[in-house]
């Protein structure tokens, strides 16, 4: 069993910054890609920012030059720091891996999120 446990959510005025971090545990052979992805209220769920085992990130465009994304492979942790905060980054944050366990091969796991509200 894997499991993916976000945590660092919460209210933060604009211009603030956050950090997120989730750790994944359970039956893990290796962890491919990491990635953060949100989902506002009526929206769909977008990719924030994703980083390889080789540590090559890639971002959405709202989110370039104010989000950085890393990964403690010894951790099996991913973090997402956040700055610069805008009331349009509220939303729920997700953390997703594509993994190899003990008994499956590049699957998909998904935490079950993490809260965050910017607003004054």
């Known amino acids: 069993q894997v499991q993916l446990v976000e945590s660092g959510g919460g209210l933060v005025q604009p211009g603030g910054s956050l950090r997120l971090s989730c750790a994944a545990s359970g039956s893990i052979f290796r962890i491919h890609t990491m990635g953060w992805y949100r989902q506002a209220p009526g929206k769909q769920r977008e990719l924030v920012a994703s980083?390889?085992?080789?540590?090559?990130?890639n971002y959405a465009d709202p989110v370039k030059g104010r989000f950085t994304i890393s990964r403690d492979n010894a951790k099996n942790t991913v973090y997402l720091q956040m700055n610069g905060l805008k009331p349009e980054d509220t939303a729920v944050y997700y953390c997703?891996?594509?993994?190899?366990?003990?008994?499956?091969?590049?699957?998909?796991?998904w935490g079950r999120g993490t809260q965050v509200t910017v607003s004054s």
């Open positions: 997703n891996a594509i993994l190899t366990s003990t008994t499956t091969r590049w699957s998909d796991y």
């Open positions: 980083i390889t085992s080789g540590d090559t990130a």
